[in-house]
C-alpha cells in the first residue's frame, strides 16, 4: 500500500508544506485537483486552503452533504458522475477538506473511481486529524449501517493543519479530546487526567504519531489496530441509539462514555485498578451528564450490538485494559456484563 506523508506543523504551516509538496507532486500541471468537501467547510475552511495553497487555486470544488448523509452510495454515484463529466482521469488527484465523513466518502471515491486514483486529506476536525484521516480506512454506509462498505487506501499526504480547528464549534473540539483520551490511556500517559487538552502542540503530534505507528504495524486490521476501537463498541451502539431523538449524541459522546463502560468493564475481567476507573469517571462526568438507561433500552443498544461485526451470539468481543497502556483486544464479554457495566457506572 501507498505510504502516506503526514505533514505536521513545523517551522512553518502545514499548509505551506502542502504547497510545496503539490509543487514537486505536479511540475507541470497536468494533474487536475478535484477538492471534495461539504457546505460548512466550503465557508469555512475553502478561503484558508486556497489562500495558503495556490496550487489548488485552479482545483474544481465537488460539494458533498453535510455529515453521516454524505456517506450513501447515491451520492457517491453523483461524485464518481460529476468526476467523470469533468474529464477527471486517473492522474487526478482528490483532495478531501472535511471531517471524518468527508474523509471517509472521499477516500472510498478514490479508492473506487478508475480503480483508484491518488487521493489527500485535508481533515478539518480533531477527530479526523488524530484518527479518521490517518490509516486508509475508507468506508460509506449501507443501510443505515456505519461504515459496512469500504476498503483500504491510503492517502498520499495527510495534512494536518490546526488553524482550521479555531473554525470548529465547542462541542466538536469536546468530541476530538474523548479520541485524544482514547490515546492517553491506551499508550498510557502519566497523569493523563491533568494534561491540559488544548495544548495541542504537544497533543497533536503525540496522538498522530501514535495512530501512525499503528496502522504501519497492521495497516489491515487484523490484530494490534482493533486497539483504536477501544470504547467504541457500546459508543457506536450509543450513538446510533441516539440518532433521531430529541437529544442526539455526538459520536465523540458516545465513544467517551463508550470509554467509562469499557474501563468498568476491565476492572471486572482484567483487574484493571478501580482508581484508573473512578479517575475516568470524574473527569467524564465533570464534562457530559451520564444517561441513565432503563433495562428496555439497554436491549436495544444490544439489538444495535448484534449488527456490529465484532458480535457472536450473546457474546461481544471488546477492547479492554489490563492497566493503563495495556489494551487487550478481542476479550468476550457476555450480555450480562454488558447490562451489568452500563447500569452500575451510571450510578458509582
Ligand atoms: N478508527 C479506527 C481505525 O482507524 O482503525
Known sequence: MTKTQILLPRRQSS??????????????????????????????????????????????????????ACKDLSIIHEVW????????????????????????????????????????????????????????????????????????????????????????????IRSGEYEMVKTLLLTGRENWQNQNLSDLEDLLPYCVNFKQSVVKEDPEDHGLRKMLNFGHTIGHALEAYYIGQQKEMSHGEAVGIGILYALYLSTKKLGLDHACYSQYRSWLTKRIALPHLTLKEIEQLLELMRNDKKRADNETLFVLLQAPGVPVIDVSVNDNEIRDAILTSANK
Open 15 to 68: 499548509l505551506k508544506s502542502l504547497d510545496k509538496k503539490l509543487k514537486t507532486l505536479n511540475p507541470d500541471h497536468r494533474r487536475k485537483y478535484f477538492i471534495l468537501t461539504d457546505a460548512n467547510i466550503l465557508e469555512h475552511c475553502l478561503p484558508t486552503l486556497i489562500y495558503n495553497v495556490p496550487e489548488l487555486e485552479s482545483a474544481d470544488f465537488l460539494e458533498l452533504p453535510v455529515g453521516e
Open 81 to 172: 458522475g460529476s468526476l467523470l463529466e469533468s474529464g477527471a482521469d486517473r492522474s487526478s488527484v482528490i483532495v478531501n477538506l472535511g471531517g471524518g465523513c468527508v474523509c471517509d466518502a472521499g477516500g472510498f471515491v478514490a479508492a473506487t473511481y478508475k480503480r483508484g486514483i491518488d487521493f489527500i486529506n485535508v481533515p478539518t476536525s480533531l477527530t479526523a486529524m488524530i484518527d479518521a484521516a490517518i490509516g486508509g480506512k475508507t468506508a460509506i454506509n449501507l443501510d443505515g449501517v456505519k461504515n459496512q462498505i469500504g476498503c483500504f487506501r491510503n492517502p498520499i499526504i495527510t495534512c494536518i493543519e490546526p488553524a482550521f480547528l479555531e473554525t470548529l464549534p465547542e462541542n466538536e
